[in-house]
């Protein structure tokens, strides 16, 4: 977009946006109770958390982000946000790094939620989805892999879990997520009866959650190897380097990791030395500015960016927006699918908080990127305020 392009976008738009300025930043904590627990290899959980993150200005637009915000430190340095442009997203980024010594590098970003609000409010300052605004579009939807298959208070869990798989293959859904790291035995008895329920056609990952070691897991990888999965997910823990390297030569299933690191670790321990074979990265940690650099950087080293997603239906459309730009990692007619996680466990407010519903076409599969201003979604704040648990408000 030219100089005299902007001008004239801008002017349609009827905002001053280079003159714009934020006014105030609310961050929301939000918390819902579940009927029933669920489980993983490192905990139980009976309730949902999230973070919203809302951005006020001078022009009367409001911006929205689901993701970390370290609220306290940001009220102790509103200096770096209150009365700045939301254009200088990417400066606002960088300088909100958690402060490191002067000889080391900057520490992880402390607000990616407000990032990601910011992307919101530039793109609806310009006309624009964000999507435009992030790269080069490559699709106006995105297939959605399903994340459910918890352990639950099942007498029989092999059973529960493939009666669960069968009913989200009739739902619709062509790939699917289940959750390991209960033991070996117990892992290789579950992922047998779930390929046995969903047949050999639907697609399927495994998640241990860094339950084992890496010599446990290379033992277990190749009793896995003939369940045909899609990836294995955090088999040990996130800093294990040595082991991600020793699986990636013993066992023949991708290797997939990185939801929980932040952006520069992971791009100088997980891309660049190719440890995996699929990146999860969350906007939780890395915000939409990290996001843009890792669909280049993934792009470059031939590793596949197959988003982590766990949060609510914003972070979800803010995803959707993400992968529109995510570049195929090869010039095939049809080269490995770009696809996120949509989780599908319950969750009181994921949908709730927003006007529009983010579901799959029932017909594609996919997922339609929303073709509005901004997110181009719209936040409903009496549903936010329902779940809100805690509320910081930052102005100058
Ligand atoms: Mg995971």
Redesign the pocket.
Known sequence: MNTETLTTSLEASGVNAPRMRITGVRVHTLTGELKKRFGWSLNWTRTRTGKLVEVSTDAGLTGWGDGACDAEWLAANAHLVIGRSPFEVEAIYDELRRPAEPQQRPGPPSAPGLDVALWDLVGQALGQPVSALLGRRYRTSVRPYLTALYRKDWPDLAGGLAEEARSWVAAGFQAMKMKIGFSPDTDVEVVAAVREAIGPRIGLGV?S?CAYDAGTAARLGARLEPFDLMWW??PVLADDLDGYRRLREAIRIPLAGG?TAPVDWLIENYVQPRLVDIL?PDLESVGLTGARLLNHLCWLNRIRLIP?NWSTALRTVATLHWMACCPPLTPALQPPEVMFEFDQTEHPFRDAILEERIAPDPASGLIPVPTGPGLGVTVIPDAVAEFRTKLVEISG
């Open positions: 998640d959650n997910e955090e939801e999860q982590h």
